[in-house]
């Protein structure tokens, strides 16, 4: 069983900056596509960035490109999302997911086989 738990929202100012952290037990994030999705209220649930299982590859949201970068550490089994310039339409619940089944980063929800709990992040204009 795979369990991930998010943490590093909150509130920020637009042009802000955050760092959520996503640490994950039962599985080695070294060994696992791992992606960040959001939903905002009344909104469907989005992919926002992944990387691959060998770390080599990235792959993010047009509406992110650029501003966002996600990343790993083996070590703490842990992966990031690192948010800089933040805007007001960023704000929603960002989850942590884990891709078991498949290789390759999915964009589509039902792709990924294990979710976090969420962190919410909030960005005042």
């Known amino acids: 069983q795979v369990q991930l738990v998010e943490s590093g929202g909150g509130l920020v100012q637009a042009g802000g900056s955050l760092r959520l952290s996503c640490a994950a037990s039962?599985?080695?994030?070294?060994?696992?596509?791992m992606g960040w999705f959001r939903q905002a209220p009344g909104k469907a649930r989005e992919f926002v960035a992944g990387?691959?299982?060998?770390?080599?590859?990235?792959y993010y949201a047009d509406s992110v490109k650029g501003r966002f970068t996600i990343s790993r550490d083996n070590a703490k089994n842990t992966v990031y999302l690192q948010m800089n310039s933040l805007k007001p339409e960023d704000t929603a619940v960002y989850y942590c997911?884990?891709?078991?089944?498949?290789?390759?980063?999915?964009?589509?929800?039902?792709?990924?086989?294990?979710w976090g709990q969420g962190t919410q992040v909030t960005v005042s204009s």
């Open positions: 997911a884990a891709r078991i089944l498949n290789i390759g980063i999915g964009t589509i929800p039902t792709e990924y086989d294990y």
């Open positions: 039962g599985r080695a994030v070294s060994t696992t596509t």
């Open positions: 990387i691959s299982r060998s770390g080599f590859s990235t």
